[in-house]
Structure formats: C-alpha cells, structure tokens
C-alpha cells in the first residue's frame, strides 16, 4: 500500500471524530463584538486543547490587541507538522470566527448545536470556515498518526477576524509578524465550488461608498422654495450605476461576471412623511472594479458625476469610502495553482481551473502584500444562510487534497 493510500484509508476512517471536532468548534460562538460577541477566544481555546489530546502541539500564538472584548485579546494560532523540505512550506489558512444565526425561526435546529443527517452536518459555521478547519487538522493528524513525514512542512494558521474586516487577523499578521516567505504555498479553503473545479486567484477590486446629498427641506406642495435631495440622489445612484457602460468597459473572461459592476445598494430613511421634500439623502454603492482599474480612478469618475448632480440640483454631495480593498492576482500558471489542481484530479477525479471572483477573500490582503495565495475547496457555499450545513464526504475529501499536496516534493 502507498504512504498516500494509507492516508486516503485512515481518513475515510475519521467521520467520527470529524462530527466530534465540528460540534465542538460550533457549541462556542466566535462572534466580533460588532455582532454583538466576544470575540474567537473561547473557540481557540477549544481548539487548541482539542488539538493538543490529538498529540499537535507546540501551537504559536500571534494574538492581537482589542479592548474591546473580555479577553483583550483576538487568537491567531500556528499548529506545525514539520516536513523533510525546509523551504516553501503548505500553509492552510481558516478563520475562527462566524457570523450571527441571523432570524432563528428560520432555523430547523438550534444553530449553535450540531445535528448531522443524510452525510451532512448542520449548524452556524460548519462551511463557513469549520470545513477549512477541520479538514486541514485531520490532514495533519493523517501524518502524526501514521507516523508519516510529508514532504513539505505543513503550517495550519487559523486567524481572528474575517467576517469583520481582518484588522486582528490576517490584517494584523502581516503589519506585526513575518510569517511568509515569497515561496509558501498558501491555500485558503474559505470559497470554491460544489464540483472542486474552482481554483480562485484574482479578486475584483471592491469599494464601498456612503453618498450623502444634502440640498434643502420643503414643503412638497412649494418643491421650488427647496432643493430636492432625494431626487438629485436618484439621479446620481444611476449616472453611478451606468459607470458600468460608460467607462469601465473592459472585460475579463477569468471572471464571472466578466465585467466591472456598479451597483446602488443601502438606502437610509430621509423623511417620516409624504409631502415633505427631503433635505438630506444618504443612500450606497457597491463597487467591484476588474483589477485592470484601481480603486483611485473609479472614485475619480463617482467624484465627476457627484459635481454634475451639484451644479443641476443645486445640491451638495459628501463622499465617504466605507471599505476599500484592492489587488493584484496570483498568476494563473504560478506553481501553487498547478500542485493544486494535480492534487484535485487525484482527489477528486476533476480538472480545476483558475477563476477570479467578484466577492472579496483575506486572499486580498496577502496577495496586496505580495504573497501568491489561492482560494479552494469542495463546497455548496451555504455559508451565512439559515441551517448552514457540510457535507461529511467534503471534508474528508478537502483532507485528502491538502494531503496529498504535502506529500508533493
């Protein structure tokens, strides 16, 4: 039997212990204190004793600073499997954190509590991102328990923050610590696809924006005395919107869509009633802009139709950047991208292709500091819905992938 044989067999033997470890990481909430929560503290206090009975010892701690939370702290923690390289280690990279269970009533069980039926495991946060962690801790006890060294050193980095922004997580990181060398292979199975094929390098570039209008408050009878706010904003919200056309024409194909989008989003309430002309509007925009254009020129181009708006409607309009992210991509023909996808077709029987995505990843902030990194894994993205749910046969699947690649020289 092959070394990649007996840990294709000692995996399909975990379902057990995948359920046990799924259950626990779900029974502690690791929410931001923007939702209302204390933070991943309890969660990687957890793990890291999990872990340590499982014999993955020796874990790192990298936590950053928040007051806060009760702790003061966010956990970031290294767990190593080392390999006979010593250069260009496989790093596996999942978060802690969760969102909220959202409307409990659309829940068909208690979210914080697992409840596995028909192969799969339901509960808030089993995909999003317990099936990264998971799958990348029985990875690495494949290798302890066999007694197997992989080839290359495998490093579990499971960070704090993401659902909230990655100040204190990946953010954090690479401010305070130097973690990365320009030639680790950095696999985040936080996104992907339900048919493996999906390798994500390149992320659209993404700004938020806040337009306030601010003209002046009447009587809707005697609209002429004022300056209609709303009615300028709407204006605006679609001069924004047609930026899509216009302007930013280029086209993409690694992308779907293929095409930079514009979108108004949010609206806040400006006036309680019906007939009065609104003074102040406060409405969003989602913007996701291919990479070929930076984030600079699209604020130009908002900026100039803003000033329009302002000379027509005798209005003033404030623009304010709510989050801003852009980067470069991994290259499509980058080594990572290429173990990868033979690591897949092994796995899985499929040909996984390079694909870029419109939704951002913390894939954003390593590629923006120069680290090559890509986005996998086997899922049904269920993530941040009501009865959240894994499928057993893709985390065992997903283990055997990172598996295999640590064996690759």
């Given at each position: 039997?092959?070394?990649l044989?007996?840990?294709?067999?000692?995996?399909?033997?975990q379902?057990?212990?995948?359920?046990?470890?799924?259950?626990?990481?779900?029974?502690?909430?690791?929410?931001?204190?923007?939702?209302?929560?204390?933070?991943?503290?309890?969660?990687?206090?957890?793990?890291?004793?999990?872990?340590?009975?499982?014999?993955?010892?020796?874990?790192?701690?990298f936590?950053?600073?928040?007051?806060?939370?009760?702790?003061?702290?966010?956990?970031?923690?290294v767990?190593?499997i080392?390999?006979?390289?010593?250069?260009?280690?496989?790093?596996?990279?999942?978060?802690?954190?969760?969102?909220?269970?959202?409307?409990?009533r659309?829940?068909?069980s208690?979210?914080?509590?697992?409840?596995?039926?028909?192969?799969?495991?339901?509960?808030?946060?089993?995909?999003?991102?317990?099936?990264g962690?998971?799958?990348?801790?029985?990875?690495?006890?494949?290798?302890?328990?066999?007694?197997?060294?992989?080839?290359?050193?495998?490093?579990?980095?499971?960070?704090?923050?993401?659902?909230?922004?990655?100040?204190?997580?990946?953010?954090?990181?690479?401010a305070?610590h130097?973690?990365?060398?320009?030639?680790?292979?950095?696999?985040?199975p936080?996104?992907?696809?339900?048919?493996?094929?999906?390798?994500?390098?390149?992320?659209?570039?993404?700004?938020?924006?806040?337009v306030?209008?601010?003209?002046?408050?009447?009587?809707?009878?005697?609209?002429?005395?004022?300056?209609?706010?709303?009615?300028?904003?709407?204006?605006?919200?679609?001069?924004?919107?047609?930026?899509?056309?216009?302007?930013?024409?280029?086209?993409?194909?690694?992308?779907?869509?293929?095409?930079?989008?514009?979108?108004?989003?949010?609206?806040?309430?400006?006036?309680?009633?019906?007939?009065?002309i609104?003074?102040?509007?406060?409405?969003?925009?989602?913007?996701?802009?291919?990479?070929?254009?930076p984030v600079a020129?699209?604020?130009?181009?908002?900026?100039?139709?803003?000033?329009?708006?302002?000379?027509?409607?005798?209005?003033?309009v404030?623009?304010?950047?709510?989050?801003?992210?852009?980067?470069?991509?991994?290259?499509?023909?980058?080594?990572?991208?290429?173990?990868?996808?033979?690591a897949?077709?092994?796995?899985?029987?499929?040909?996984?292709?390079?694909?870029?995505?419109?939704?951002?990843?913390?894939g954003?902030?390593?590629?923006?500091?120069?680290?090559?990194?890509v986005?996998?894994?086997?899922?049904?993205?269920?993530?941040?819905?009501?009865?959240e749910?894994?499928d057993?046969?893709?985390?065992?699947?997903?283990?055997?992938?990172?598996?295999?690649?640590?064996?690759?020289?």
């Open positions: 039997m092959t070394i044989s007996q840990i294709q067999q000692f995996l399909d033997s379902e057990k212990g995948i359920i046990e470890l799924e259950t626990l990481l779900s029974s502690h909430p690791a929410l931001a204190p923007e939702s209302g929560g204390i933070g991943e503290i309890e969660k990687a206090a957890a793990l890291e004793a999990w872990l340590d009975k499982q014999g993955i010892t020796g874990i790192q701690h936590d950053a600073p928040d007051s806060r939370v009760p702790s003061k702290i966010r956990p970031n923690m767990a190593t080392p390999g006979k390289r010593k250069d260009s280690p496989i790093w596996i990279m999942s978060h802690l954190d969760v969102v909220p269970e959202g409307e409990r659309l829940w068909e208690d979210p914080w509590k697992v409840v596995v039926k028909n192969g799969k495991l339901y509960g808030r946060g089993v995909e999003d991102n317990q099936q962690i998971v799958s990348s801790v029985f990875a690495a006890l494949a290798f302890l328990r066999l007694g197997i060294v992989p080839e290359r050193t495998i490093k579990l980095l499971f960070i704090a923050d993401e659902e909230v922004g990655s100040k204190f997580g990946i953010q954090y990181l690479l305070h130097k973690l990365f060398g320009k030639d680790d292979i950095i696999l985040i936080d996104g992907g696809s339900a048919d493996a094929t999906e390798i994500e390098v390149a992320e659209k570039n993404i700004c938020w924006l806040k306030t209008t601010k003209g002046k408050q009447t009587h809707a009878a005697m609209p002429d005395r004022g300056a209609n706010a709303f009615l300028a904003a709407s204006d605006l919200a679609l001069r924004i919107h047609r930026l899509e056309k216009s302007t930013f024409t280029a086209r993409d194909h690694l992308f779907s869509p293929d095409r930079s989008t514009i979108n108004p989003t949010k609206k806040e309430a400006n006036v309680p009633n019906v007939n009065t609104p003074g102040e509007d406060v409405f969003y925009v989602d913007m996701r802009i291919l990479p070929v254009y020129t699209a604020l130009e181009e908002v900026s100039r139709q803003a000033r329009a708006i302002e000379a027509e409607y005798g209005v003033k404030q623009l304010d950047v709510v989050q801003s992210t852009e980067s470069r991509a991994t290259p499509s023909d980058s080594p990572m991208v290429g173990l990868l996808a033979e897949v077709r092994q796995v899985y029987g499929v040909e996984a292709k390079p694909i870029g995505i419109g939704g951002g990843t913390v954003a902030y390593l590629r923006k500091a120069g680290f090559d990194c986005v996998w894994s086997k899922i049904h993205e269920t993530a941040h819905q009501p009865n749910s894994a057993i046969a893709n985390i065992i699947g997903d283990a055997k992938v990172f598996a295999t690649l640590a064996l690759m020289p």
